[in-house]
């Protein structure tokens, strides 16, 4: 059961348990009457490493991956003409606001909310730390003992497969929980909502409500060794995802040199959050994983000729034979988000709403007009 509330710490107790018998049988093996401790201790260490191991992925089993949560990118189109209807004309489309509060606390049936998923990580941090305490004890107690030194140096790398275990396993739940958080969890005011129709009129402050309460419960639940960890994670996919939605939202997103002061201003709000005024992530952390956010946004503040032009020379740039020159490629996604990166420049022409834009998208690719 991946309770937070179990204890203090806030790990499972059920790894209590599991170490607690390492401890034993190490103790027990030691305590054995015979000589060749020194040639069974890699057997012995196999078995209770393939036994750590099987509950390390117990503690990841289910949470998924970035591929679980990410959404699929839709198919390139253009913009058409909006209409230029009163907006009473308009159909309209009122989405009942969801509350957020049981997927943040999560419930005493569920293994997957935020405090469960922060659980699973503060359990495979407390086995790290244990293991290593484990193994400078028993190598203390060779030592004074008279072991033969050979056996107290094999203890020394006894769990180090086990703990590297723990390491990649605390990744990959960081990972997780952040796509869960960003792309599930809050997908109605994020995915679902920003930038859909009228830029102005769906901007990010929904969704850095609904975050900052998750942040919350992240920072009050994680172990504090961990919490930049996860936090980070969170970061970096919030920064992901704006760009996904800037460059991948599909259809209904679309977006005017107008809109580029807006979509700015959203993502110094986001970037803020994270800063906390002072008290959050490390400015320098939060500048490194917002450089490429930042050097793709004048991209959309770029006039349409310019980008047009911009999109041929970089394409023709990455054409590998100069007979494919005559004829501008389809740039493959490749989700390498660059402002120097053909398919980049492809899609904020696919969501420049402009009928420069649109001619040529449909003049060069044929591309779909918006749905």
Known sequence: VWDPRANR????????????????????????????HSALLPDLA?????CLQHYISMAKFGCGTQSTY??????????????????????KEKVPKKSQAGTVNGNENDSFGTPQMCCRINTLNYIQNELNVLAKRDITHL?????????????????????AAC????????????NKVIFQDLSHFFWDGLYIGEVSSTRIDPFLQELDHYLEVISITVHDKVRTQVITEVMKVSFDGFLMV?????????????????????????TDLFWSNGDGLPAELIDQFSTKVKDILPLFNTDTDSLIEKFKQVTLESCASSSAKSKLPLPPTTGQWSPTEPNTVLRVLCHRNDETAAKFLKKTYHLPKRL
């Not at 710490?9 to 190490?26: G, T």
């Not at 990410?70 to 159909?91: G, H, I």
């Open 143 to 163: 030592s004074s003992s008279g072991t033969n030194q050979d056996i107290a140096d094999r203890m020394e790398k006894v769990f180090e497969f086990s703990a």
């Open 167 to 178: 390491v990649e396993g605390m990744q990959q739940l960081c990972e997780a929980t952040a």
């Open 46 to 50: 196999t078995g209770i490493n393939s």
């Open 70 to 91: 990410v959404p699929t990118m839709p198919p390139l189109t253009r913009c058409s003409r909006r209409s230029k209807l009163p907006s009473v004309f308009k159909k």
């Open 246 to 270: 800037l460059l991948a939202g599909g259809p209904p997103r679309a977006f005017t040199l107008q809109d580029y002061e807006i979509i700015d201003e959203d993502f110094n709000f986001l």
């Open 9 to 36: 710490e806030r790990f499972a107790l059920s790894a209590v348990e599991v170490l607690r018998i390492v401890d034993e049988a190490f103790e027990a093996f030691f305590l054995l009457p015979i000589t060749t």
